[in-house]
């Protein structure tokens, strides 16, 4: 049974995640958390933190359709890795194509969603009743794909820690 994971994003730089088109990527934030455990059907929330100029906001939403390897993703979508070529990914990769990335038009959660808000850095799990009422609360609002651009132009660097 996949989990789902919110963290808070300390920068929104367009790398992690990667809206391009129809898919999202994510690879090269959470290197050794979410990245590693989010399986097929798992949701993956991007809240954004103090630096990214859109506190406790939505920056993004993802449902992972492919959970990968590195390896596998550039087989699998090999002109899509060629994003990747000069980047530095870890070494899974996660793929949407059921998303939404709002960057600087980021939204604010409802309020019966404001609880799952993780309010430092890391992450935790979120249960499968509260990411039904935030798709619900995002098919109202017809709010799917790359709706905005990157908040930050430069990431921070540091490491994070999940508490799933």
Known sequence: MPKNYIYRMDHDTGFAPHADKDLCFLS???KTTIEKWAKDGSW???IGGNNTGKPDK???AMEVKHALTLKDFKVKYPSRSEYYKHKNPGPNVL???HYVYFGNQAIELPKELTGIIKKTQGCKCVSDED???LEK???AKNTWGKIGKPNN??????TKKCSC
């Open 137 to 139: 609360h995002l098919n």
């Open 58 to 60: 939505i920056i993004y």
């Open 153 to 158: 132009p430069k990431p921070i660097s540091h």
């Open 95 to 97: 793929v949407s194509n």
């Open 131 to 133: 990411i039904k009422k």
């Open 28 to 30: 090269g934030c959470m």
């Open 44 to 46: 993956v929330i991007g």
